[in-house]
């Protein structure tokens, strides 16, 4: 097997010249670069360098040598740069996967904010429900993803980022807004719209039904949650949804939060990836990114945050 510390003792004698000056490049002494070449020589069982006087000029096997190792450490040269480049995050690219909810009123403050940083990197956003998204980091699709916390398997880890707050929602004129206090249990006599089966939203509110042991009469399912909205401003039942999704539409007047007499319910939201999995440094500085006084806002004093 051709030894590679041989071959750049030539390669650099070759282009250099002398062995004093390959000596010079490589920081060792020219009887160390001599001995190298011969040492090559000899194990090729082909003189390598032709001396004229003072002028070394490469065999015509020393040439062959010479181009394959040009190729060789000129690929060493391009690996060292592209390895200190993603080191530096000048280059690098990142596949995130986020819920819906989250990519429509959080990812665009985030990214342009971690952009302006590192404007060097690509990101690529997959919108999925949170189980979804699970399944998409167990299979490698997504090195990263934020979702709101449901079950996670072993093999996932897990990093807290941030709560928001689900807040039953109805439309103005809704009955139950005339009402001095409104419980769960009115809410099982209502349609109640629910996100998608494999939804954060819905896993946290049929969770605080069951432990009550209460089943909602009337279910709607709908996977948009712009389309569950447009149904509760239709008067066509209420639902749970992250506080962050609604602000505006409470804010301007053309959907009404309904106090419950259990007080809030919050659904934490998290970074998650492959438990072990050694993350790339773009992936590593997002996360300390979206880590920046964690714990500290919720999800819409985040994104106000982010804003200005």
């Known amino acids: 097997m051709m030894n590679l510390n041989q071959l750049r003792a030539l390669y650099c004698v070759v282009k250099t010249g002398t062995f ?25 069982g082909f003189i390598l360098l032709d001396r004229f006087g ?10 062959l040598l010479y181009d394959y190792a040009e190729k060789i450490f000129g690929l ?6 592209a390895v200190q480049e993603l080191k530096d995050l000048k280059s690098g690219s990142l596949r995130l996967g986020v819920t819906k909810a989250l990519s429509q009123y959080l ?24 189980r979804e998204l699970v399944e998409g980091i167990l ?20 990093v807290p980022f941030t709560r ?28 109640i719209i629910f996100s998608d089966a494999r939804s954060a939203t819905k896993f946290t509110m049929w969770h605080e039904f069951e432990i009550r042991g ?13 389309f569950i909205k447009s149904l509760v401003k239709k008067g066509k039942g209420y639902a749970f949804i992250a506080s962050i999704c609604v602000r505006e539409d409470i804010n301007n007047g053309t959907l009404a939060a309904i106090p419950l007499a259990e007080g809030s319910f919050n659904m934490d939201i998290c970074i998650i990836h492959l438990k072990g999995k050694t993350l790339s440094p773009a992936a ?8 920046k006084d964690k714990g500290s806002r919720t999800l819409t004093k985040l994104v106000d945050g982010l804003v200005k």
Request: aromatic share 6%; charged share 25%; hydrophobic share 40%.
């Open 139 to 158: 299979l490698h699709r997504f090195e990263l993803a934020i979702a709101a916390k449901v079950p996670y398997p072993k093999r996932v880890a897990v």
């Open 107 to 130: 990812m665009p403050s985030v990214i342009a904010n971690f952009q302006d940083r590192h404007p060097h990197l690509s990101i690529h956003l997959d919108e999925r429900s949170s």
């Open 284 to 291: 590593a500085a997002f996360v300390s990114f979206l880590q």
């Open 20 to 44: 004093a000056r390959a000596a010079e490049e490589l920081f060792v002494t020219e009887p160390a670069v001599y001995i190298q070449v011969r040492s090559l020589e000899k194990d090729m």
């Open 76 to 81: 060493v040269a391009e690996a060292t740069q």
């Open 214 to 226: 209460l089943s909602p009469t009337s279910i709607i399912e709908a996977g948009s949650t712009e």
């Open 54 to 63: 003072k002028e070394l000029q490469p065999t015509e096997m020393g040439k």
């Open 164 to 191: 928001d707050e689900l807040i039953l929602v109805g439309s103005p004129s809704s009955k139950l807004l005339k009402q001095d206090k409104v419980t769960l249990e009115n809410l099982t006599a209502e349609s």
